[in-house]
C-alpha cells in the first residue's frame, strides 16, 4: 500500500483526489492537512464522506503534521503559495505531486512573466517533471516532483500534440476556445460565482491574457521546437464539471477527415485514458467523473480548417484523476489502477 | 465472478447498472438486451464506455438473447411490461432481480387498483421477496427473485421504519413531502421533461394519487400490523439525480431530539449504507453517485412535531445501486463490494 | 410622475425594483443610494442598464445624498439596518416603503423575540402597515409607511388567508413545506450559495426556527382571532427565482374539492393579481418574472386534508413587485399599473 | 391599434411574441392559430396567461381562421412549412413577418442548396426584405414581407458588420464559435435535449454545416461585394436562453483596441439596442429577455487578432423582439415601442 498525505485537502482539488484516493486499492490516505479547518474530522466537514472508511480522519494543521511517514504528498494548494510547501516537503525526501501552476516551467522566467509572482527555487523547478503523461510517461517514472498540469492545458495539448508533432498544422494560427466548468474557479467567494450570477449565463474571460496561454505555448514550443503564439479564450459555463476546448487549425497535409482521425487513432493507441470517436463529437457528459479525454476532429473542405474538439474532467483528467496516473506510474502500479470507471451519467 | 446480464440496458438504471457493474471485482457482464438497439455497440450509443473493458459489448434482441449462461439477470422494464419478461427468465431457472414495481405486492389486489394493470403471474408475486436490505436481509439471501424497492419508497421507509416499528408516532397523520431529480422519470418524451421546461422550474404532481404512496403504505402496514393511510406529494426538481424526502410525523413519546437521534443510530448500527447525521441536515450533494441514505431529524417543541429528513441518489440507493446490494446478499459476498464510492461532488 | 429613490439598489430586491420601475408609465427615478458603490453609474456596475434611459444615473452615498425631492422612497436594507433608515427618511415627511422585516410587527416583542435585534422605534412600527395588498388595501391607501411582507409569508398566506378567515380549517396541524430559489438569499457570498454547491444540490435549513414562521403565524392570529404555532420548513431550490409551498391542512368542513376551489375563486374574485388554477397545478413558471400568485387545491378524501400548492416569484410578488403594488395603492394609480407582464417562460 | 396575428403560437417563439405583444402599448392581438391545439383556451394551455387580458382567448384552427382582420400576421412555423402560409395570407393583402428561414435569400439556390428543401414562391423570396433593422432600416419601412432574421445569425452579424463594411479584416478567415441556449432548439421531443442530457452538459453540433453558415456569408457577401466562405461552429449551452458569439478576425489596420471600439461605438450611434461595451464584455444576463445586442472587443497584439464578442437574447432579438422592431417599422411607431425592458437579472 502507498501511503499518500494530501496538503490542502478542503479545495475542490484536494477533496476529489481524497474521493478518488478512497476507493484506490493500493493507497493508504495518512494525512490530511489544512489550514483553515485542522482538528474537524473529515466527515463532520463533509458528510459525504460518514459512510466511507475514511470518516474518523482528522485534518491537520500545516506546523503539526509530521508528513515523515508518507511515500508520497499532494500539494493543492494556490499557485505562489505552493512553491514554499512543496520545497519543505520534497526535501524532507517524500515524493510530491504539486497540483499549483508553480513547477510547470523549467523556465522560471516564463512562470514569473505570466503568473507575476517571484520563484523561489529555481532549481526544484528544473528539476519537476512536467506530470502530462501521454507526453512524458518515461520521464514521470524516474521523477521525485511532478508538476501536474493544467486543466485547460490537458485538454487542448492532448487535442493538438498529433499534428502539432506530425508539422501537419500552420503553427501561427492556432484558435482555443475553451469552455470551463464552476468547479475550475475552485471555491473562490466572489459575486461572480455564485449561483445566481452562473445559471443561466455565459461569458468569456480573461481574453487575451489567462496564464494558461503560456503553459500550452510552452510545451507545444518543446515539441514543435519553434516559438509558437496562439489564441486562448476561456468561458464561464453554467455547470459545475468539464472543459470542452474547440480548436481551429489550418491543415498544411493532404489529409482527409478520415485519414485525420486515423493518424490520432494511432497516436493514441495503447493509450487507457485516450480515445478517438468517429462520427460522434465528444460531449461533456461522456467524460464527467472519469480520467478520460474523449477527441472529436471534423475537417471543413470549404476552408480548409481542421476543428479539433476535446472533452475532459477538469477535476479528474484535469487535476486529480491525472495526479493519480502520475502517482501510478511513480510507483510501478498500472496507469489505470483506481481510475476505471466511467462517466457518471446522467 | 457472477455472470450478469441486464434486460432493458438502455434506460437511465439499466445503464447506471451497467456504469456500476463495470467496476464491481466480482461481476462478469455477459448480455444487454434492449428492444430498440439491438445489434448497436454499447460504446457507439453510449461513448462514455468507449474507454471501457465492456466497450465492445453488443446489444442482443429478446427473442434471439440466449440468457442461460447468466447467473441473475437484472431486469430493467416498465411495469406492466416486466411482469412477463420476469417470469420467462425465472422459468429457466436463473436468479431475477426486478426494478419495475410488478413484484413489489405479495397482495395482487393492491397492485392491480394502483397500477391499473392486471397481474398474470400471482404466484411469482408471492414468492418474491421484497428487496429493502435493511428490512428484510435474511429472506433476501435465500430468494431466487427480488423485488427491488421503488425510489421514493425507499427514501421514505428508511426515514419511517425506525419510529413505526417502535410505536413512537401517531399512524395517522404521516405527511411525506418528496422532491426528486428529473431522472427518476426515465428517458420520456415528453414536453414536460424538456430542458426548457425544467430548468429553473418547479412543481408537485400526481398529488394524492401516485403509486408509490400504496407501496410505502403497504410496507409500513405489515411492519406497524394496522392500516395505514398517509400523504406523499412527490415534486419535480430542476436537477438530474436525488430524492430528499421531509417528513412530518406526530411524536407520541417522551423523547428529546437527542433520544430520537439516538434510537435512530442505534436502529441503523452496522448497516453500511445508512448514516444518521447529527446537528447537520442531509443534503443531496453528500449522497449523490452513492448507496447511501442519509438521515437527519428535527423535533419542533411548539407543535409536537418529529420532523425527518431522508436523502438517496434515486439511481443508486433508489435503483441500480440496491439492485447490486441485493445481488451481493444473493450471491454471498460482502454487502458493499463494489458500492463503497463517496459522494460525487461538486 | 411619482418620484421614487431606492437605499440599497445593489441588492436583488433593489436592482429588481428598478428594473421594474424603469418600466413603470407614471414613475421618475431620482436617486440611487448604495453603501459600497457610491459615484459610480449604474449601466458600468449593471451593463443590463446600458440601453436603459437610467443608465447614466450615478449611485450616491447614503449621507450625501439628498433626498427631499423624492414623493417615495424604497428601503430595500437587510434586517436590523433598515430600522434607523427608514425612521430617518420618514421623519422628512417622506412616504417609505421598507422590503425588511423589520416594521412587520405591530408587536415590538415578537420581533424582537424572532430576529434577536433590538427595535429602537417601536411607535413607528405600530404606525407602520403591512403592506399585503389582497389582506390591508384599504389602510394601504392611507399609509405613509408600509412594511413590505417577506417573500415566503407572501406565498404561505395568500395560500390559507381564505380557509384561516372563514374557519374551515383545524388551526393546530398546519404544515407549510417551501421551497425557494437562491436569489431569496440575497447575494451572500457564502459558501452554500456559490453555484457548484447549489447546482445539482437541494437541502431544507433553519428546519424548526425560520424567522418567517413568526411573520405567518402573527398575520394569521390576527385574522383567526385565536393563538396558532404552525410548522414552517423552508428548502433551497437550484433555481434563482420562485417559491412553491406545499401546504398540508385538515379540512373541517363538508366541502369537497370543487367546493373549496369556488371558495377560493370568490375569495379573491376582481384581485389582479391571485389566480385559483382548476385541474392544473401551479408550476414555478407560470409565474416567474410577475406579480401573480397563482393557487392551486386537491383535497384527499382518504386522509381528509386539503393540500394546497401556492406559488410566486420571490424578488416580484414577494418583495419588489408587491412593493409598486403597494406604491400604486399609496399614489391613487391602478393597482396594477406597469405590473402587467407575463411570465418568462421558457 | 395595430391588429396582428400569430399563426404558430404554441412553438417558443410564438409564445415570445405573445408575451411581448400582451404588453405593447399599440396592439390588439386577434387570432392566435395553432394545427395541434386548436380550440383551447390560451390560459388553460399556458397558466402564465391566467391573470392577462388575453386570458380567453381561444386559439384556431389554419383552416378554420379569418386573418383578414389583421394589419399584420406573424408567421412561426418550421422551415419548410411556412413558405406555403406566408404565401397564402400575403395574398390576401396582409403584412407578414416570417420568423422562419423560408424567405430570408433572394437567391433561391442558396436557399435549396443548404435547407434541401424546394422553394415553391421564388418571386415572393424576391420581394421580401431582409429584416435586420440595423442593417435594412429604410426598405423595411417600405416593406410587405419581411423575413426575420436567424438567431446566430443575428448575433454574428451585428458583431462584424462594422469591420467587414469598412474592410479591416481578412474576409479569408473569419472564426465565429457561437453558444446558444436550448430554446434555439424549439419543443423539439427527441432525448437530446430533455433536461437529463442537457444539465451538467456541453458539446458542439452540425460542426462545418450548420445552415445559419450560409446565412451569414449571404449577408456579408452583399456587403463585402465578394465570396466569404466562414467557419462557424454552434454549441448547446445547459441555459434556455442566450446566444454568445466569439469571433475571431484579423485585424488588418492599424486601429489598437481603443480605436476600434470607438470606430463600433460610432457605426451603432443611435441604435437603441445595439450597446458596445467598454472594458467590461459582455455576459448573456446583461441582456436576457431584452431585444439588446451587446458586443465587446478585445484585440491581441500577440497574434493581429480581433476577437469580438456579441450576445442576444435568441428569443427576443433573435427572433420575437426583432419582429417587433420591425413591425413598429413598418407601422410608423418609435423603433423600440414595447421593447424598451432590461434584463431579467438574476
Known amino acids: 500500500m502507498i501511503k499518500v498525505s494530501i496538503v490542502g485537502v478542503t479545495?475542490?482539488?484536494?477533496?476529489?483526489?481524497?474521493?478518488?484516493?478512497?476507493?484506490?486499492?493500493?493507497?493508504?490516505?495518512?494525512?490530511?492537512?489544512?489550514?483553515?479547518?485542522?482538528?474537524?474530522?473529515?466527515?463532520?466537514?463533509?458528510?459525504q464522506f460518514a459512510g466511507s472508511s475514511l470518516a474518523d480522519l482528522r485534518l491537520e494543521a500545516y506546523e503539526e503534521a509530521d508528513l515523515t511517514d508518507s511515500d508520497l504528498v499532494f500539494t493543492a494548494l494556490p499557485h505562489g503559495i505552493s512553491q514554499r510547501e512543496v520545497a519543505k516537503i520534497y526535501k524532507q525526501g517524500i515524493k510530491v505531486i504539486d497540483m499549483s501552476g508553480d513547477y510547470r516551467y523549467g523556465d522560471i522566467e516564463v512562470y514569473e512573466n505570466w503568473y507575476q509572482?517571484?520563484?523561489?527555487?529555481?532549481?526544484?523547478?528544473?528539476?519537476?517533471?512536467?506530470?502530462?503523461?501521454?507526453?512524458?510517461?518515461?520521464?514521470?517514472?524516474?521523477?521525485?516532483?511532478?508538476?501536474?498540469?493544467?486543466?485547460?492545458?490537458?485538454?487542448?495539448?492532448?487535442?493538438?500534440?498529433?499534428v502539432v508533432e506530425k508539422g501537419l498544422i500552420n503553427l501561427d494560427n492556432i484558435i482555443i476556445d475553451a469552455k470551463s466548468g464552476v468547479s475550475g474557479a475552485g471555491k473562490s467567494l466572489k459575486e461572480a460565482f455564485i449561483y445566481n450570477e452562473v445559471n443561466e449565463n455565459f461569458k468569456a474571460y480573461s481574453v487575451a491574457g489567462h496564464r494558461h496561454t503560456s503553459e500550452i505555448e510552452y510545451v507545444l514550443e518543446e515539441v514543435a521546437r519553434q516559438e509558437i503564439n496562439l489564441i486562448f479564450t476561456p468561458h464561464l459555463l453554467p455547470l459545475k464539471r468539464g472543459i470542452l476546448a474547440t480548436i481551429y487549425t489550418d491543415l498544411s497535409t493532404g489529409l482527409d477527415e478520415d485519414g485525420i482521425i486515423d493518424l490520432y487513432r494511432e497516436y493514441y493507441a495503447g493509450e487507457a485514458f485516450v480515445q478517438i470517436l468517429g462520427d460522434k463529437l465528444p460531449e461533456l457528459k461522456y467524460v464527467v467523473g472519469t480520467n478520460n479525454c474523449q477527441i472529436g476532429l471534423k475537417y471543413d473542405k470549404?476552408?480548409?480548417?481542421l476543428i479539433i474538439i476535446s472533452v475532459i474532467d477538469n477535476l479528474v483528467k484535469g487535476a486529480a484523476g491525472q495526479a493519480?496516473?502520475?502517482?501510478?506510474?511513480?510507483?510501478?502500479l498500472k496507469e489505470d489502477t483506481g481510475l476505471t470507471q466511467t462517466a457518471f451519467y446522467p
Open 11 to 47: 479545495g475542490y482539488v484536494g477533496l476529489e483526489l481524497l474521493r478518488l484516493l478512497q476507493i484506490h486499492p493500493e493507497v493508504e490516505v495518512k494525512h490530511l492537512l489544512s489550514r483553515s479547518q485542522a482538528g474537524e474530522r473529515i466527515a463532520d466537514l463533509y458528510p
Open 117 to 162: 509572482i517571484k520563484h523561489e527555487f529555481p532549481e526544484l523547478a528544473r528539476e519537476a517533471v512536467y506530470g502530462l503523461v501521454e507526453l512524458n510517461r518515461e520521464k514521470i517514472k524516474k521523477a521525485s516532483l511532478v508538476a501536474n498540469p493544467g486543466c485547460y492545458v490537458t485538454a487542448s495539448l492532448l487535442a493538438l500534440l498529433p
Open 302 to 305: 470549404r476552408t480548409g480548417k
Open 324 to 332: 493519480i496516473q502520475n502517482m501510478n506510474l511513480l510507483f510501478g
